[in-house]
């Protein structure tokens, strides 16, 4: 039996979809696991320093993820990516409002610069 717009029989569409969802560099990685007799998980760079889980928000995190090449994630680091990037982004909006409210109010007594426009 196929479906009837992929040609695809019934039983391997589900497959192919899977298949579609992962990028070369995961499907590579899983199939040299396979080889190996390794599991499907990679634990390794778990154990080669601090994970992105781990990793305090800041410069050192911007730079592993600008750095980081998503398409080689698997599953799971691209879930760890991910929830690192929100972190970093929520770090940073954080400084943004913090440098706004005091651009707006600025401590008594600190006298504005000649350039700068007044609130």
Known sequence: MHTPSSGIP???SGNAG???AMSPGVV???F????????PEDVQWEQEGLSLAAQPEGAELARRLAEADIDALT???LFHY???AQRLASWAEELR???VGRYCH???GTPRSAGQPAP
Request: glycine share 4%.
């Open 10 to 12: 019934a039983h391997e």
């Open 75 to 77: 599953p799971v680091e």
């Open 106 to 108: 600025p401590p008594a």
């Open 32 to 39: 040299r696991q396979l080889v190996t007799g390794r599991p």
């Open 18 to 20: 899977l298949m579609k």
């Open 82 to 84: 991910v929830r690192a």
């Open 97 to 99: 409002q913090a440098a």
């Open 28 to 30: 590579d990685f899983l």
